[in-house]
């Protein structure tokens, strides 16, 4: 069993729908990160989360430490959403190092 | 914040030779490290970049087949030496400016061995 797992895999919808990718963790974790990649590989970090929730702009990020659960929810999505997201988390072991869930392929249709 | 500039972007590359990737990052950061994606999954970490000593390498990598060098605090270079197709993927660098600071990732090196 992977130490991160994201759900869905894959995703599809149109344009406008509200959209939810759930990851779980099984490791005491400093923090988790959800990361955007797109078709070209480069990576940009969304938020880094260690309690709570954070929001920027259509982007919304829930994290439940007791649960080892978090979710990214997308407002109003739009076709340039479409990418590959990703869940890290960073273990409470000392060092910095990212361990890296699957991955949602999300694809918003016009 | 950091932001990382990392080349070359690609590259296609014949078996059985080298190619050098570089990382540079636009201030002094602590923790540098290489990452590996190969088609389809998810990204696999290959060492952590020590500045002044031996890159700390992950379980399955090892140092003769992706040599790193951290000279200083702000550049990397990671070699992926006597290649293969089987070495065809994103390689990426990321830094840390703590644990619970964002993440930052070069623009990735999409490699294809022929």
């Known amino acids: 069993k992977n130490e991160v797992e994201q759900s869905p895999q894959n995703l599809t919808a149109q344009e406008g729908e509200f959209i939810t990718i759930n990851c779980s963790y099984s490791v005491g974790i400093s923090a988790l990160h959800w990361l955007q990649q797109h078709p070209g590989g480069g990576i940009v970090s969304l938020f880094m989360?260690?309690?709570g929730k954070k929001k920027h702009g259509r982007l919304i990020a829930t994290i439940n430490i007791q649960e080892k659960h978090s979710s990214l929810h997308i407002t109003a999505s739009h076709p340039r959403d479409s990418a590959v997201y990703i869940c890290a988390v960073v273990s409470n072991f000392g060092n910095e190092k990212l361990t890296f869930g699957t991955g949602t392929r999300l694809t918003i249709i016009p | 914040s950091a932001v990382i500039s990392q080349k070359p972007s690609r590259d296609i590359c014949q078996r059985g030779t080298s190619l050098t990737i570089q990382c540079q990052v636009d201030?002094?950061?602590?923790?540098m490290f290489w990452y590996r994606q190969q088609p389809g999954q998810s990204l696999t970490l290959i060492a952590t970049?020590?500045?002044?000593?031996?890159?700390?390498?992950e379980s399955g990598f090892v140092i003769d087949k992706f040599p790193i060098s951290r000279p200083n605090l702000t550049f990397s270079t990671l070699t992926v030496s006597n290649m293969s197709p089987e070495d065809s993927s994103i390689y990426l660098c990321?830094?840390?400016?703590?644990?619970?600071?964002?993440?930052?990732f070069g623009q990735g090196t999409r490699l294809t061995v022929v």
């Open positions: 990321s830094v840390s400016l703590g644990a619970r600071t964002e993440a930052f």
């Open positions: 970049a020590n500045q002044g000593s031996e890159a700390t390498y």
């Open positions: 989360l260690s309690s």
């Open positions: 201030s002094q950061v602590t923790m």
